[in-house]
């Protein structure tokens, strides 16, 4: 089956450092992957697609300069979250589909990344 | 993309038939219903989607009415492995960018 992964799981950093956190299709290739942030007990909410090759395109609300996604190649997409702030703090989730899947619309979501600011 | 109501809630008993509802009554011609799940602090699970008919795989069937205006996800045998938040979601898929929006979903609690 389709595997998205995601490194790290969990990280801890401090104010104002910047954090990188990967999504790697494992056995499939993607155009176009997309991250989503979600606040504890709350749902998932899209922030960005990336799409391989090209500039990622955002969400409104979303800042660009502060959440940097590169897509440099059709299996792996990082989401840098720069000079993070406490208010950072959540449960990333990256999620991919397969350039390959024709008619089949899902996607596949990775386990997840939980970044705490201290 | 048309919004989806679904209850916050339900419990249901383990091995018996789980029948999650779904409303969205504004969905498109061109509008795909999908369902996701996510177990606590994972990432969300495909489950299945369908257009028109009716669908069915290993894990589950949708039943979606005739004028589309609402769905039902059934799980056939409820597991305790089946505890999670269930996501109803409708998009045009290729057309709208492939763009999944979440909305609250239902929380399912299996009981044993």
């Known amino acids: 089956g389709a595997v998205v992964s995601q490194h790290p799981s969990r990280v801890i950093c401090k104010s104002g450092t910047s954090v990188k956190i990967e999504c790697r299709s494992l056995?499939?290739?993607?155009?176009?992957m997309f991250w989503y942030r979600q606040f504890p007990k709350q749902s998932l909410m899209l922030m960005a697609t990336?799409?391989?090759?090209?500039?990622?395109?955002?969400e409104q609300g979303v800042e660009k300069d502060k959440f940097l996604i590169n897509h440099a190649s059709l299996t792996l997409s990082t989401l840098t979250v720069t000079s993070a702030h406490p208010e950072d703090s959540s449960f990333y989730i990256c999620?991919?589909?397969?350039?390959?899947?024709?008619?089949?619309?899902?996607?596949?979501f990775g386990p997840g990344t939980r970044l705490t600011v201290l | 993309d048309a919004k989806t109501t679904q209850p916050p809630s339900m419990d249901c008993a383990e091995g018996r038939a789980a029948n999650l509802p779904c409303n969205h009554s504004?969905?498109?011609?061109?509008?795909?219903v999908y369902w996701y799940r996510q177990i606590h602090s994972q990432g969300p699970q495909y489950i299945i989607h369908g257009l028109k008919n009716n669908e069915t795989n290993e894990m589950a069937s949708l039943i979606i009415t005739e004028d589309r205006k609402s769905s039902t996800l059934i799980l056939p045998h409820a597991t305790l492995r089946d505890t999670a938040v269930y996501y109803c979601i409708v998009s045009p898929g290729k057309a709208a960018g492939n763009k999944l929006t979440f909305g609250g979903g239902t929380r399912v609690l299996v009981k044993p």
């Open positions: 504004t969905i498109s011609g061109n509008e795909y």
């Open positions: 990336s799409n391989e090759g090209s500039k990622a395109t955002y």
């Open positions: 056995d499939f290739q993607a155009t176009t």
């Open positions: 999620s991919a589909r397969n350039r390959l899947a024709g008619r089949k619309e899902e996607q596949f």
